[in-house]
């Protein structure tokens, strides 16, 4: 098999240049070489070549020291995706309101893509300790109250696929679909220390007039004040927030 063809959903080689470039954060705004391939496990040769190629479409930059920093054509897909996903004013509203109906907690709005679910827009809370999600940040969908909100809008051998291709087991999949289909029932999910310990989060799913689950909202923050009494104080205000971003012309159209 070459390095161009493809063992599963895309290209190998495409997949390690995006793989590259995830290696660039907030923390990590310039790497060595040396330190992509360490932090990629790929060959230097590899390396290098994806680099030059990042290089040639923009993408990537190597400064005068010889270190490797963001290239400046990607502030032209930054620009199109803030276009393109920047949820609207009475949007942010919402989140606002939500946070301080429960208590000055963070919250946040996410899409699923694929396996992952990407959030969109997020209110900081006011607590002192909070859980910090950056807008674009992705995560598993099958992981979390915000996931199983999202996978609401599936049918359940879709959700059992995302479960089994999850890796998780083989008793994984059949209780995501148990626990899905009971957010489905209920029109809201809570989940406790599931994608990360010692957190937890409070979700519903948005749904369109015409059915169509298109996003989820919800609240994030420390398992040690999402109690029993607390979710039951809240569960009206994230299932009315997400009742109000249904109504949102944003919502509908990015069905």
């Known amino acids: 098999m070459t390095e161009a063809t493809t063992g599963g959903d895309g290209v190998r080689s495409v997949h390690r240049a995006l793989d590259l470039l995830g290696h660039f954060d907030e923390q990590h705004t310039s790497r060595s070489v040396r330190d992509l391939v360490e932090a990629s496990g790929l060959a230097k040769s590899t390396v290098v070549r994806l680099v030059t190629t990042l290089e040639h479409a923009g993408m990537l930059w190597t400064r005068g020291d010889g270190r490797i920093v963001p290239g400046v054509g990607l502030m032209r897909w930054s620009r199109l995706a803030q276009a393109t996903w920047a949820v609207p004013p009475e949007a942010m509203d919402v989140l606002r309101q939500l946070g ?39 995560m598993p969908v099958v992981l979390g109250a915000t996931g199983h909100a999202l996978l609401t809008g599936l049918p359940a051998e879709q959700v059992a696929a995302l479960g ?50 298109v996003a989820a909202v919800g ?18 205000f994230v299932v009315e927030a997400a009742g109000r971003l249904a109504e949102i012309p944003f919502f509908g159209g990015i069905a």
């Open 100 to 138: 301080v109906d429960c208590g000055g907690e963070s919250s946040r709005v996410y899409v699923r893509q694929g396996a992952s679910r990407v959030c969109i827009a997020q209110q900081e809370g006011t607590q002192q300790l909070r859980h910090v999600v950056r807008v674009g940040d992705g």
């Open 164 to 213: 089994a291709a999850a890796g998780r087991g083989p008793d994984f999949a059949a209780g995501l679909v148990r626990t899905v289909e009971q957010a489905r029932q209920q029109g809201w999910a809570a989940s406790h220390g599931e994608r990360e310990p010692g957190v937890s989060a409070l979700a519903a799913p948005v749904v369109t007039p015409a059915g169509d689950v």
């Open 219 to 236: 609240l994030g923050g420390p398992t040690s004040r999402f109690t029993a009494d607390h979710l039951d104080t809240w569960r009206p």
